[in-house]
């Protein structure tokens, strides 16, 4: 099946455009207060500095105190003076006329003008040209302006950022000719971004801390953690800045463009440097992702599936290159993108840990389509990627069950106590939720009948995920078939809770069945149950096996074993 590039091409405008005017949503903002705040300032004070500078006369001056969400002051008040035999008054008293909190300038101005009224040595700043204007105070508030260009600095940025990432996305997006690059380009900018902006936010409060501490205020030690997150972010934006200059670019080929659901997804990773050495990993993933509405919207990936290998890795001319190609799982659906829900096929690198960690991903197009790839890679590497997957699935199993496989006859024992981070966070996760539910029924009967409502939601979803997480604690299975007959025996902490019967007759009775999933980073544990299909009923005869490739592993000499048995009877 072939992508149309001009449908292509115009989804990749579509994109940048809506990145365009997304981004300066942000921008737009941002010039505005730097036009509206700093630059006015700074070009009112650049303007006044060749006015006249003349005694005045106070009228009034006063703090205006204006109440909201918080509330913000303002310097109001009145002075006369008199210019080339003139009489005039103003009621401009500085360059900020809009209501503020922003420290204490107006309680320290409102004392300094009175004092110079009361010593007869108040003076005012007067156009020469139009003496109507003038200003009775100069100061610039470095205070202000910092605080005003923390706002611009994190929404100009952030606008910036995301214009200039829509203009790289539409550029470097060449599904056209089949080269896919990876966002480890930008992340050095992004966690630098992060960094700034948890630095700019907390800067204020820093800057008032140590006044705020004498005063008796130890909880704004709390603002402290601001930095040291800033910090860390800064580490990790070098981390990846270093890594990013160490191995360039790294552009993806694709072959075939793009990749086949049905027939093959494969590519070639190039790198501008030699001497990486054999140590990687190549892994393709399909994930279902789906973005939540609301105002707290937040992105979550389910996956679909998953399969790794060994590329092979070639040298020339200073240059490495991964070759690596993959059969999907034929049914598994194409990629797409509408609305809130999309379908991503991500290809994720994983090399050389030393001096510089290599670890790339790269969202790649795959639609339905059975051509295979052109790459030529060799029979030998072919054999050895085999082997290499074969012995991680047999190592993965063994950690996995206890088996014992003679002829047509087995015992598989799935141990209690396996996968304990999967089932503790299930079952913290249940407990919260149940807690929370218990604390909202008990609110009820004060805050309001809604509490009960959502309390017994919570507590209804909780309590389940608390018993299923304790419960998978201390579960165990052990399946033993003997002449076609299998029983098997479930058990929690030892005891035996109940039995079953079947008998297995043919290798179609074998089923696969995802049991979920954990990550931690980048990388996604896969868990498994097997089952035999008797009628209508379906006897599980070994769970939670770890990873894909080692739960295939045992279909196939679960089938093998049946197979054998036919062909000698």
């Not at 006329?97 to 007869?120: L, V, Y």
């Not at 971004?193 to 800067?203: D, P």
């Not at 990936?301 to 590329?311: A, D, F, V, Y």
């Not at 590497?381 to 003679?406: C, I, P």
Request: with cysteine; aromatic share 10%; hydrophobic share 40%.
């Amino acid at each position: 099946m072939s992508i149309s590039k001009t449908g292509e091409a115009g989804t990749t405008s579509k994109r940048s455009i809506g990145a365009f005017i997304f981004g300066l949503m942000f921008l737009g903002p941002a010039i505005g207060i730097l036009l509206s705040g700093p630059l006015d300032t700074l070009r009112l004070h650049v303007m006044t500095s060749g006015w006249t500078q003349i005694s005045a006369t106070l009228q009034r001056i006063d703090i205006e105190y204006h109440h909201g969400d918080t509330t913000t002051y303002s310097l109001e008040g009145l002075y006369s003076y008199r210019f080339n035999n003139r009489d005039y008054s103003s009621n401009r008293i500085s360059y900020y006329e809009s209501p503020d909190n922003i420290g204490d300038w107006h309680a320290k101005t409102e004392n300094k003008i009175r004092r110079a009224s009361a010593s007869q040595v108040l003076t005012a700043w007067v156009n020469p040209d139009d003496p109507s204007e003038s200003y009775l105070v100069r100061d610039i508030r470095w205070e202000k302006i910092g605080f005003m260009m923390i706002f611009v600095l994190v929404f100009g940025g952030a606008g910036a950022g995301i214009m200039l990432f829509g203009r790289y996305s539409a550029r470097q997006a060449d599904v056209a000719s089949g080269v896919v690059y990876s966002g480890q380009n930008l992340m050095h900018w992004v966690l630098g971004f992060m960094s700034m902006v948890f630095l700019l936010i907390s800067l204020p409060a820093v800057l008032s801390l140590p006044s705020e501490f004498r005063s008796g205020n130890h909880a704004i030690l709390l603002v402290l953690l601001f930095p040291l997150v800033a910090a860390g972010l800064g580490i990790a934006a070098y981390r990846s800045r270093k890594n990013w200059l160490f191995y360039g670019r790294t552009p993806l080929y694709l072959n075939p463009v793009p990749g086949q659901v049905q027939g093959q997804v494969g590519g070639t990773l190039k790198i501008n440097k030699t001497g990486l050495g054999e140590r990687w990993n190549v892994r393709l993933k399909c994930v279902r992702q789906t973005r939540s509405s609301g105002k707290n919207s937040s992105t979550r990936e389910t996956l679909l599936w998953q399969s790794s290998t060994l590329p092979e890795v070639t040298e020339s001319d200073g240059e490495t290159c991964l070759n690596f190609v993959f059969n999907p799982d034929p049914e598994l659906p194409q990629s797409y993108r509408k609305g809130r829900k999309a379908v991503i096929w991500r290809v994720e690198v994983e090399g050389p840990t030393e001096p510089v960690k290599f670890q790339r991903q790269f969202v790649v197009p795959v639609v339905e389509g059975a051509a295979n790839s052109t790459l030529d890679i060799s029979t030998e590497h072919q054999s050895k990627a085999s082997r290499s997957q074969v012995a991680a699935a047999e190592a993965a199993l063994s950690q996995n069950l206890d088996m014992t496989l003679s002829g047509d006859d087995f015992i598989i024992h799935s141990a209690a106590g396996r996968h304990l981070s999967f089932f503790l966070i299930f079952m913290f996760a249940g407990i919260a939720f149940a807690g929370a539910g218990l604390f909202m029924l008990n609110q009820a009967a004060t805050e309001g009948v809604t509490l009960y409502f959502m309390g017994g939601v919570f507590f209804l979803v909780g309590t389940p995920m608390a018993l299923g997480g304790l419960f998978g604690l201390g579960r165990s299975l052990e399946s033993r078939c003997e002449d076609g007959k299998i029983e098997t025996v479930r058990y929690w902490m030892g005891r035996a809770l109940w039995r079953r019967s079947t008998e297995f007759r043919s290798a179609q009775q074998l089923e696969l069945k995802a049991a979920g999933s954990s990550s931690t980073g980048n990388s996604t544990k896969e868990y498994f149950h097997i089952r035999i299909r008797d009628g209508q009923r379906k006897v599980r005869i070994a769970e939670m096996i770890e990873g894909r490739e080692a739960a295939e592993l045992l279909m196939d000499r679960l089938r093998a074993s049946l197979i054998s048995d036919e062909l000698i009877g």
